[in-house]
């Protein structure tokens, strides 16, 4: 009988280290940094000539170290280039005399322009304002725009 009894609590202890050594620990997990709110305003570029119908770009981007935004509208059918002095916000002269040119290419067709690209916000990553020129080289007169959230580029 003492022998039944020793052999129950050696079973007992047994089958309970073994419960117990395969209870796994859970695991601690790592805390998630929330990485802030995310820039949803998608980009606009916008602009309308005379004569002719408001365009709204498919594709925009802005190249800081060349100083060159572009706004595309079905590839290279319509597209406006405009190079600048600086990214910063400001006013921009767009002329012959300033070195800020803006060209806008219809069906392989060039038009420059003249007249003012405004820079109204300018982050380290975007920029936003307006633009308006007269043009020449064809049927267009003027060229006016906007544009809001245009990404920049480091090229």
């Not at 305003?41 to 365009?55: A, D, E, Y």
């Not at 307006?130 to 809001?148: H, K, M, P, Q, V």
Request: charged share 15%.
């Amino acid at each position: 009988m003492k022998l039944t009894l020793k052999l129950k609590y050696f079973t007992l202890f047994l089958c309970a280290g073994v419960m117990l050594n395969s209870c796994a620990k859970e695991e601690a997990q790592p805390e998630t940094q929330d990485p802030g709110p995310v820039n949803t305003v998608p980009p606009i570029f916008r602009w309308i000539t005379v004569p002719g119908n408001l365009v709204e770009s498919d594709s925009s981007v802005a190249f800081t170290q060349s100083g060159v935004v572009f706004g595309y509208k079905n590839g290279n059918s319509h597209t406006v280039e405009t190079r600048l002095s600086s990214m910063n916000t400001g006013t921009y002269q767009i002329s012959s005399a300033t070195g800020n040119e803006l060209d806008y290419f219809v069906n392989n067709k060039l038009h420059t322009g003249t007249g003012t690209f405004i820079i109204s916000e300018s982050t380290s990553s975007k920029i936003s304002g307006t633009f308006s020129c007269s043009l020449a080289g064809g049927t267009l007169t003027s060229i006016s725009g906007t544009f809001e959230s245009v990404p920049k580029r480091y090229n």
